[in-house]
């Protein structure tokens, strides 16, 4: 058993086993657009053959990106990656012809409008999807263009070693946690309401001088200090009730982040740049809610684990780590505190304990999902 751990430990850090999950992702999307075609065999015979292939196409890209084998040369990758890009307009034109159905439950002549909003989302959800795998066929092409990821704020949490086991108690713990936390959400949601007004004087301030007002970043940055301290004391991380205070005064727990000194006009202009940046953001917002839903799985099964055994998880610790260094990051980069795209990347250590956690997450969502589905199609 120890040496298939070392094996998986290894693996996971050589080959990112995140990304290996996120190919299985990409193929079972295609699967099912597949799957459709060929209950309709052989008018659909042309879609079918084109399903096929660029399925093939992205396990190859996919696979070469993540195993760091190019097998082809440049131009090569680039014809690649012109083809697969014309996947983009035939999901586009397979949707609004009806070729690719969409809720059996949902009739077009009645909705109207709706129907076509639904076209819309199924069409960038899709995309949006897809964006890792273009970003990934990018950076075989030329890396010279695709966007840097910098890995900001500097979020620390040092190992809660005795955690309380009271507020661990299933439900019991949580609901005396929130009943406490309610002074607290009064004044975060007072800084974050402050914040919100001067954000929006802040990107006049950049149009028009170039750089961040530091008014607007300090009341910004305590906002999300307040939440990555209440977000730890939610999570387990740490028994100490958060302060109100602009610095996290837990000793455990550091958030630093340091704005750049000129801010980019476009990114930073009013409606275009928060638009600019609410897009740019969908993909991190995509994975991170994935890595949230992992952590809500791994800490409720933390509770028992502290609770019976006094011991905080490691792997899920890290996880609620993660979680809040990706909601900071998100937060500063949506609010035009930083123009730096936030990383992706996340604590590697006990990988296949968290990718089991993610996969079960998903599981539970999607299950949950359809038994909501089922009770109102009876009621």
């Known amino acids: 058993m120890k040496s298939v751990q070392t094996y998986l430990n290894k ?17 079972f999307i295609q699967a099912q657009t597949l799957s459709r075609d060929l209950v309709k065999l052989p008018v659909s015979l042309p879609y079918t053959v084109w399903d096929i292939y660029i399925s093939i196409m992205y396990i190859i ?15 090569v990758w680039k014809v690649i990656f ?40 199924l069409f960038f959800n899709t995309i949006l999807y897809l964006l890792p795998l273009y970003y990934a066929l990018m950076k075989l ?7 840097p990821f ?46 919100f007004f001067m954000q929006i004087i802040n990107y006049f301030y950049i149009l028009f001088l170039g750089r961040i007002w530091k008014l607007a ?14 977000s730890a004391y939610i999570f387990g991380l740490t028994d100490k009730y958060p302060s109100f205070n602009e610095i996290i005064e837990d000793t455990r727990l550091s958030i630093q982040f340091h704005p750049a000194q000129r801010s980019n006009r476009l990114l930073g202009a009013p409606l275009i ?57 998100i937060a500063l980069y949506s609010t035009a505190m930083s123009d730096k795209y936030p990383s992706f990347s996340i604590s590697l250590n006990h990988p296949y304990k968290k990718v089991l956690l993610i996969i079960f997450s998903i599981m539970l969502i999607y299950l949950s999902s359809l038994v909501a589905q089922i009770f109102q199609s009876q009621f």
């Open 11 to 27: 693996f996971a850090v050589n080959y990112n086993i995140l990304w290996v999950l996120y190919i299985l992702f990409v193929v």
């Open 61 to 75: 890209s996919l696979g070469a990106y993540v195993f760091r084998k190019h097998i082809f040369q440049r131009n």
């Open 82 to 121: 012109s083809i697969v890009l014309l996947n983009i307009p035939l999901t586009l034109l397979r949707i609004f012809n009806g070729d690719i159905p969409l809720d059996s439950q949902l009739n077009c002549q009645e909705v109207g409008i709706i129907c076509d909003f639904t076209k819309y989302s």
């Open 141 to 147: 092409v030329n890396p010279r263009h695709t966007i």
């Open 150 to 195: 910098v890995k900001y704020p500097s979020f620390t949490a040092d190992y809660n070693n005795t955690p309380n086991r009271l507020l661990a108690i299933p439900l019991i713990g949580i609901f005396i946690k929130i009943i406490l936390l309610i002074p607290f959400f009064i004044v975060q949601l007072i800084v974050g309401f402050v914040a």
């Open 217 to 230: 970043f300090r009341f910004t940055f305590w906002s999300i200090s307040l939440q990555a301290n209440g």
């Open 273 to 329: 740049g928060p638009f600019l940046r609410y897009v740019m953001v969908l993909p991190l917002n995509t994975f991170a809610s994935y890595i949230y839903y992992a952590t809500g799985l791994g800490i409720v099964l933390s509770w028992f684990v502290v609770l019976f055994t006094g011991k905080y998880p490691r792997s899920v610790y890290e996880l609620a780590t993660d979680t809040i260094r990706l909601q900071s990051s």
